[in-house]
């Protein structure tokens, strides 16, 4: 299985920061790797696929980058909405497996 | 509108059996791949398994590969997740998924991502 390690796992910011979250992956993923937010008790929702494309309907503030084995999301200008936790995820073999998740809170 | 919608909470003893669904509206159902997600108390998301509705094509995690059974039925648009016998380990919420991906050859995807959840499926497993 490849293993995706998120890094930090919490971090703690406030409104208006500029939020970095890091996703390696143990083995070459080409650009097939996912990035989901969750709130809390509530479902995950696509944020950016294909490494950098962003969902139809996501704030412009998100972005992806990266290719390979390192990848990177980044949140603009921190709204009090962002506070949730983000995954990311591989899609490049089977399983499809996810990041342990990194808590994004308000500082 | 676009959705996929999930049976409601169950509460079983351990050893008992359980099939819970998730039906897709909306859209060409037969035509994306469903995923389902395991969510236990307080912690991540596990990727389970994933089939392909137009062809019952199945693809298990080593994790849940005889643990659970995933299947379809697409002429009423449904797939499932079962268990012949629940364990307490077993409780969590469990999502499906719509996968948004590519055809890219006479049997392969590029896949992008999950695009399209169920509201979740919680499940309790207790004595």
């Known amino acids: 299985d490849i293993q995706l390690t998120q890094s930090p796992s919490f971090l703690s910011a406030s409104v208006g920061d500029r939020v970095t979250i890091s996703c390696r992956a143990s083995q070459g993923i080409s650009s097939s790797l996912a990035w989901y937010q969750q709130k809390s008790g509530k479902v995950p929702d696509l944020l950016i696929y294909?490494?950098?494309t962003l969902q139809s309907g996501v704030p412009s503030r998100f972005s992806g980058s990266g290719s390979g084995t390192e990848f990177t999301l980044t949140i603009n200008s921190l709204q009090p909405e962002d506070f949730a936790t983000y995954y990311c995820?591989?899609?490049?073999?089977?399983?499809?497996?996810f990041g342990q998740g990194t808590k994004v809170e308000i500082k | 509108e676009v959705q996929l919608m999930q049976s409601g909470a169950e509460v079983k003893n351990p050893g008992e059996s359980l099939k819970i669904s998730c039906k897709g509206s909306g859209y060409s159902f037969n035509t994306y791949w469903i995923a389902w997600v395991r969510q236990m108390p307080g912690k991540g998301l596990e990727w389970m398994g994933i089939?392909?509705?137009?062809?019952?094509?199945?693809t298990y995690s080593p994790s849940f590969e005889r643990q659970v059974t995933i299947s379809v039925d697409k002429s009423i648009s449904i797939a499932y997740l079962q268990w012949s016998r629940l364990r307490a380990s077993d409780t969590a919420i469990y999502y499906c998924?719509?996968?948004?991906?590519?055809?890219?050859?006479?049997?392969?995807?590029?896949?992008?991502?999950?695009?399209?959840w169920g509201q979740g499926t919680t499940v309790t497993v207790s004595s």
């Open positions: 995820q591989q899609l490049k073999t089977y399983p499809q497996t």
């Open positions: 089939i392909f509705p137009g062809d019952s094509d199945t």
């Open positions: 998924a719509r996968l948004k991906a590519t055809r890219v050859g006479t049997n392969a995807y590029y896949f992008h991502g999950m695009d399209l």
């Open positions: 294909a490494a950098s």
